[in-house]
């Protein structure tokens, strides 16, 4: 089983939808859960941290965080063509170590 | 302020060869990470320092592969003798002291081929 799993997709959703990303983890220890998003050739780039459950919103983005469920996911409501990009889930156990998973591939439809 | 820096961004070797990744951190962080992504796989973790210490390298690969940082700045990441299967893009990561390895920084990637 990986340690953070992610639907590789591609996920592909009409512009003004609401894109839903998934992603479940099997430390039950971990302590800080993030988002990134990478576009094609670039760094990863952070958009989301979560590290309590319920949810948590900034701007287009929600990150929903259950831990007895360990799942976390990412909304974007109003998708735009530029959201289109892989989106990495990553998970922190509480030391310095980062786990990512293999990233979800978005594509928003004009 | 500057990001995390990397250098070379392309690198192209034979497999054999020797080739040493550069990494400037965003100025006052004091961990500092290795990651690699093989081609179709996920970004998988290397190592970790804080300031010059190592405080977790149980992703290193193998003994070919030696990450410094003297003096806490920048991080050198060599790789000797380079093999096939060594192609992948680098990334280097910064935090600062405070935030437990929260909220890291990623530089643009050092593309490594080995051929």
């Known amino acids: 089983q990986k340690e953070v799993e992610q639907n590789s997709g591609p996920l592909s959703v009409p512009e003004g939808a609401i894109a839903s990303l998934n992603c479940t983890y099997s430390?039950?220890?971990?302590?800080?859960f993030f988002w990134y998003r990478q576009y094609s050739g670039k760094s990863p780039e952070l958009i989301m941290s979560?590290?309590?459950?319920g949810d948590k919103e900034d701007g287009r983005f929600t990150a929903q965080l259950n831990k007895a469920s360990q799942y976390v996911s990412l909304l974007i409501r109003d998708s735009q063509p530029s959201d289109s990009a892989t989106y990495l889930c990553?998970?922190?156990?509480?030391?310095?170590?980062?786990?990512f998973g293999a990233g979800t591939r978005l594509f928003v439809k004009a | 302020e500057a990001g995390v820096t990397q250098f070379p961004s392309h690198s192209v070797i034979e497999k054999g060869q020797t080739v040493t990744l550069r990494c400037d951190p965003i100025?006052?962080?004091?961990?500092l990470y290795w990651y690699r992504r093989v081609m179709g796989k996920e970004i998988k973790f290397l190592l970790h320092?804080?300031?010059?210490?190592?405080?977790?390298e149980s992703g290193m690969p193998n003994n070919r592969f030696l990450a410094e940082r003297t003096g806490g700045t920048y991080s050198t990441l060599k790789v000797q003798p380079a093999e096939l299967e060594d192609s992948g893009v680098y990334f280097c990561?910064?935090?600062?002291?405070?935030?437990?390895?929260?909220?890291?920084?990623f530089g643009p990637g050092t593309r490594l081929t080995v051929l």
């Open positions: 320092f804080v300031k010059e210490s190592k405080q977790d």
């Open positions: 990553a998970v922190n156990t509480g030391g310095f170590k980062t786990i």
């Open positions: 430390d039950r220890g971990s302590q800080s």
């Open positions: 990561a910064s935090s600062p002291g405070t935030s437990g390895g929260r909220e890291q920084f």
């Open positions: 979560i590290y309590s459950n």
């Open positions: 100025s006052g962080h004091d961990n």
